[in-house]
């Protein structure tokens, strides 16, 4: 079964920028789409980014366009999401999952792994 581990969160001002990784173990997760979602306190869990089983194709919520980039290095079994220019709503808690096929959906019901999450908390 794969396990997934998110890493790269933390504090960063507005402005600023971090990069999550997500590394899978105990399998692995080259043919099938990534997703990246995150959940804000009293908020519903949302859909941020996914990215397909090559690469070749991904997607953005409107709120992180231009801003976000996902990519995957199949090779190491991990999954990135570069963040720039971090707004204050983008605080949340942001967890990586892999989905049952090779392309990406918004439901979070399509995705039967999650890893455990990574804080990410941008100050104003």
């Known amino acids: 079964q794969v396990q997934l581990v998110e890493s790269g969160g933390g504090l960063v001002q507005a402005g600023g920028s971090l990069r999550l990784s997500c590394v899978a173990s105990g399998g692995t997760f080259r043919n099938n789409a990534v997703g990246w979602f995150r959940q804000a306190p009293g908020k519903e869990r949302e859909f941020v980014a996914g990215i397909s089983w090559t690469g070749a194709s991904t997607y953005y919520v409107d709120s992180v366009k231009g801003r976000f980039t996902i990519s995957r290095d199949n090779a190491k079994n991990t999954v990135y999401l570069q963040m720039n220019s971090l707004k204050p709503e983008d605080t949340a808690v942001y967890y990586c999952?892999?989905?049952?096929?090779?392309?990406?959906?918004?439901?979070?019901?399509?995705?039967?792994?999650w890893g455990q999450g990574t804080q990410v908390t941008v100050s104003s």
């Open positions: 999952a892999v989905h049952t096929g090779r392309y990406y959906s918004r439901g979070a019901k399509d995705y039967p792994y």
